[in-house]
C-alpha cells in the first residue's frame, strides 16, 4: 500500500505560511508600479517612452540583484536571502519620502530600482524554497499554490494605485502646465508626488513586519536534495551545465518573453481604455482591478486544474489564446477590445511558475543558481515595454499590443516543447 506523500511537509508549515505573504507582498509592489507609468507621464509632461523608464529601472533591478542572491542562498540559507530581500526591500520604499521632497523623477527611479533589487533576492530565494517544502513531484503544483497569492497582493496594489494616487492627479495635461508659473507647477506637482509617495511608505511598514515575523521562526532544514551544501563553488562549471539543459535554457527564454507580455498587457491597459472608451485615468484603472480578479481566480482555478491535466498543456493553450485576444484587442479598440485586454489575465495566470517548476525540474545542487537565471529572465518586463511604449507614442495604443501578441507564441512554443518532449512534467 502506497503512502500519500505530503504537500508540504509538517515542519515546513508555519514557514510556508509565511512566505505566503512574501509572495503577496511583491504582488502589491509590481502592480501598484504598472499605474506609475501614466502617472509619471502626467506629473512631468513626459512621453510614454520615457515614462516606461519606470519598468525598465524596476525590472531591470531583478537582472542585476539575481546572481549575488543565488550566492547568498548558497553561502548562507534561503531564509537569509528572504531575510535580506525584504530589508532592501524596506530602503527602497522608504526612499520614495525623500524622492517626492526632491521632486526629481530620476529620485524616484531610484527609489523603485532600490525595491526592486530588494524584491529580486527574495523572489530569487522564495521560489525554490517552497519548491523545497515538500518531495519533489509535488513541486510545480506547490509553487503554484504559494504564487496563486501573489495576485492578492496585486490586487491590492492596483487598488491602492486607484484610491491614493490616481485620483489625487490634477486634471491639468501638459499643454495646460506649459501655461502654468514655476511656482503654481510645484505646488501642483507637490501635492500629487505626495500622493505617490504615501502608500509606498505605508508599504515599507508592512515589509518591516513580514521581515520581523521571519527573522524569529525556526526554520528547519529542508530534506530534498534541491538544497545542497555549501561545498566548493565552480560557477564556470554550473553555468555550462545549466546551458546544457535545454528544458531549462528554452524556460529562461520563456520566462523572459512569458513576464514582458505581463508586464506590457497590464502597464498600458489604462492607456487603452482610456483611447477606447475615454474618461480619466482613474475611471479606466476599475479595468486593471478587473484584470487583477480574473488573474486572482484564474489562478486558484488553475492549481486545481492541474491536478488532472498536464501543466504544460494547458499553459500552450493558454499563451495561444492570450496572442488571439492580443489580436482582437488591435483590431477592435472598443468595449469589446477592453474586454479582452482583461480576459487575458486568465491567460496569464499559470505561466510564471509552471515554466519557473519545469525549467528548475531535476537541477539538483544546480538549482539556486539556475532559480537565479530564471528571475533574471525577468529583464523581460523591463525591456520590451520600451517598445511598446514607442509604439504607442508614434501609433496608439491599441496598435502596440503587437508586442505581448508576439511575447505569448514564445511561450506557447515553449511549452509545445515540454509537452512533445519525453520527460514527465
Request: hydrophobic share 55%.
Amino acid at each position: 500500500m502506497s503512502v500519500k506523500k505530503p504537500f508540504v511537509y509538517p515542519e515546513m508549515r508555519l514557514v510556508f505560511i509565511l512566505l505566503i505573504t512574501c509572495f503577496a507582498a511583491w504582488g502589491v509592489a509590481a502592480n501598484m508600479t504598472d499605474p506609475l507609468v501614466k502617472v509619471f507621464s502626467q506629473i512631468f509632461a513626459m512621453s510614454t517612452l520615457q515614462s516606461a523608464l519606470v519598468q525598465f529601472a524596476y525590472y531591470g533591478a531583478y537582472f542585476c540583484l539575481a546572481i549575488p542572491a543565488a550566492f547568498i542562498n548558497r553561502r548562507y540559507s534561503y531564509k537569509t536571502g528572504v531575510l535580506c530581500g525584504l530589508g532592501l526591500a524596506v530602503i527602497g520604499a522608504l526612499a520614495f519620502y525623500p524622492a517626492s521632497l526632491a521632486m526629481n523623477y530620476h529620485y524616484f527611479l531610484a527609489a523603485l530600482f532600490i525595491l526592486a533589487s530588494g524584491l529580486s533576492i527574495l523572489e530569487t530565494s522564495a521560489n525554490p524554497f517552497v519548491m523545497a517544502m515538500g518531495p519533489l513531484e509535488n513541486a510545480t503544483r506547490r509553487l503554484n499554490l504559494a504564487q496563486a497569492f501573489n495576485p492578492v497582493g496585486t490586487n491590492l496594489g492596483v487598488f491602492l494605485a486607484a484610491t491614493l494616487i490616481l485620483p489625487n492627479l490634477h486634471i491639468a495635461e501638459a499643454a495646460d502646465r506649459a501655461l502654468m508659473t514655476v511656482e503654481e507647477l510645484k505646488l501642483v506637482q507637490a501635492a500629487e508626488l505626495k500622493a505617490v509617495m504615501l502608500p509606498y511608505v505605508s508599504m515599507a511598514a508592512a515589509l518591516l513586519l513580514i521581515w520581523l515575523m521571519i527573522l524569529f521562526s525556526k526554520v528547519p532544514k529542508p530534506r530534498e536534495a534541491v538544497v545542497s551544501s555549501i561545498g566548493e563553488l565552480h560557477f564556470a562549471q554550473i553555468f555550462k551545465r545549466l546551458m546544457a539543459n535545454t528544458h531549462y535554457r528554452f524556460g529562461v527564454i520563456a520566462q523572459f518573453f512569458n513576464v514582458a507580455a505581463q508586464v506590457c498587457v497590464w502597464t498600458f491597459t489604462i492607456q487603452y481604455v482610456q483611447q477606447a472608451m475615454g474618461g480619466t485615468a482613474a475611471d479606466a484603472s476599475i479595468y486593471l482591478q478587473y484584470s487583477l480578479l480574473v488573474f486572482l481566480v484564474s489562478r486558484f482555478a488553475m492549481t486545481w486544474l492541474m491536478g488532472y491535466v498536464r501543466p504544460t498543456v494547458l499553459m500552450t493553450i493558454l499563451a495561444l489564446t492570450g496572442s488571439a485576444l492580443c489580436l482582437f484587442a488591435m483590431l477592435s479598440p472598443t468595449i469589446s477590445g477592453v474586454w479582452a485586454i482583461v480576459s487575458i489575465s486568465a491567460c496569464l495566470s499559470l505561466m510564471f511558475p509552471t515554466i519557473y517548476g519545469v525549467a528548475l525540474k531535476g537541477l539538483g545542487e544546480d538549482t539556486k543558481f539556475g532559480a537565479a537565471g530564471l528571475v533574471m529572465a525577468i529583464l523581460g518586463g523591463a525591456i520590451m515595454p520600451l517598445f511598446q511604449g514607442a509604439l504607442i507614442d508614434v501609433f496608439n495604443t491599441a496598435i502596440s499590443y503587437i508586442v505581448p501578441a508576439a511575447c505569448f507564441l514564445v511561450v506557447a512554443a515553449y511549452g509545445y516543447f515540454d509537452v512533445r518532449s519525453k520527460r514527465a512534467c
